[in-house]
């Protein structure tokens, strides 16, 4: 989950710090107060572009700091990022010189590439016209596909359609190609079996620099670690001795008083470090080897494995899996040498495997139809329409054309109204329409799809106040699984919500600032009345208001308990 988004000089935002809970979260605000640029600073954070146009005005630098509380499972590589309290702190920053800012993890510096990849799998960030993204048909088949817990089988007729795939190209291919493919081959061999040769271990190499550095000023560490225990030892009691007997006076008394306490567990976190730090002293002069012929040896194989990554463009790290790779390679390159009768017999025993997998990719619509009907789109008709790219019966040399994405062309269509035809979502239909068919479709996946944070930038658009209620109830259902951060002007769905964030804006001599409070109590009420009724909230409202928070609170206890 996001617990916090620290904003420093973020366009209207001189200083601002927007703090999430778990479940639902509504962020409110009049027309221009930014609440929409909590989304692009959202967006910045995990990775997105941006420019010098971020910057407020009369500052050098704009920052950007979002701290999550992830999930791990769904994305082992942010495991290495994690704190010593389980967060990651991702801060970007852009400044008007170019020099400095990027982007950091946890204080070290990260690529925004690798950002994505990392909080992708957590994060389903949902901006306005997010559903344009329903008009890009693998997408379409994504979701389906997810929907229908389709991914193994996805994975299964990929893996047959790039085998078959790469036989029949090797029939197509001419002299001049199959010769070129002879020397890559040739060449993997040779780059695999100097991998190979130089026997990269991990667990040895990966610290080899470190342990040139320090072998090589082995003297000048040994005479450092023995003074410096020297001095922790020296005295009557010494350094660390007289924290152990300071702390036995006070933990006497501890129990009595809580500031003796305190000072108490601070001396004892003290002993504890001095004498970790006396023992590595310690057993760093006895340990350390100053051999000049092992230190020759641990030199010439980092020059080796250097010079090894250099030819390969790769990393001296990343030698494993190049290795992989190359292996990969030559696996699928090394039946080019093979005869065409060979080449056409393998690729007529693994067509009919194409095909078995390719048609076990069902796909399902009906779930979309069942949560429509709970958005207040009860008449309207969700349909998926499948165009075949190869069917049985077909000759089996065309399941080739139909492509990576299975053999099944899809549409998405949504009849907004009984008796009108069908229009693409993304194309025809209203925003409002769309908005809550993308809503729809991720509350049917909500079994099998679940980011641990979902924010969607005004998903309400276009919705009238009789369906705000549906859409706040919605999204309180979907909440009770992850966290829903949703920017709206609903009153119905702020109700709802679990914590709620008002962005405001004033004019502090002759600059424009935007903030941001968290509302409780009167301060809510008064929030939702003005989403009722404007600025000109009355008695009237105000109890409006108190009802529609009394209602929201009432629904989520029912369906919670």
Sequence with gaps: MLERLRLHNFLLFEKAEFAFSTGLNAVSGETGAGKSLVAKALGLALGGRGGHDIIRSGCDEAVIEAVFRPDVSASPELAAWLDADGRVTVRRGVRRNKDGGGLSVNGKAVTAGSVRSALAPLVDFAAQNEHMRLADPAYQVHLLDAYGRLEAAVARY??????????????????????????????AREELAE???????????????????????????????????????????????????????????????????????DLESAMELAESALGKLTGMVGDLDADPQRLDA?????????????????????????????????????????????????????????AEAGLA?????????????????????????????????MPLDDILAAGLNGLDGVNFFLS?????????????????????????????????????????????????????????????????????????????????????????????????????ENLTGEDRVQEVASMIHGSGANEVTIRQAREMLADGAHGKKERHD
């Design 158 to 187: 990929q893996a047959a359609y790039r085998k078959a795939d790469g036989l029949a190209r090797r029939l197509q291919a001419g002299r001049q190609e199959r010769e070129l493919v002879r020397l890559r081959l040739e060449r």
């Design 195 to 265: 991998i190979d040769r130089a026997s990269y271990d991990p667990s040895e190499d990966a610290t080899l620099e470190d342990d040139i550095r320090e072998m090589s000023n082995a003297a000048g560490i040994v005479r450092a670690a023995a003074e410096a225990a020297a001095r922790l030892e020296a005295g009557e009691p010494g350094p660390v001795e007289a924290l152990a007997a300071a702390w036995k006076l006070l933990e006497k008394m501890a129990a009595v008083s809580p500031r003796l306490a305190e000072a108490a567990a």
């Design 298 to 354: 641990m030199i010439g194989r980092s020059e080796m494995l250097k010079a090894l990554a250099k030819r390969l463009e790769c990393d001296v790290s990343a030698l494993p899996s190049v290795r992989d790779k190359l292996a990969l390679e030559i696996e699928d390159l090394s039946g080019w040498d093979a005869g065409e009768d060979e080449v056409r017999a393998r690729l007529a025993a693994e067509l009919p495997l194409v």
């Design 361 to 393: 990719l069902g796909r399902v619509a009906k779930a979309v139809n069942r949560e429509l009907a709970g958005l207040g789109m009860e008449q309207a008709g969700f349909l998926v329409d499948f165009e075949p790219l190869w069917e049985e019966g």
């Design 416 to 516: 907004p109204n009984p008796g009108e035809a069908p229009s693409a979502v993304a194309g025809a239909v209203s925003g409002g329409e769309a908005s809550r068919a993308v809503l729809a479709i991720k509350a049917a996946l909500s079994e099998v799809y679940r980011p641990d944070l979902m924010f969607l930038d005004e998903v309400d658009a276009g919705v009238g106040a009789r369906l705000g209620r549906e859409l706040g109830m919605k999204l309180d259902e979907m909440a009770a699984s992850r966290q829903i951060i949703v920017i709206t002007h609903l009153p119905q769905i702020a109700s709802y919500a679990d914590n709620h964030l008002k962005v405001t804006k004033a004019v502090r001599k002759g600059r424009t600032s935007a903030g941001v």
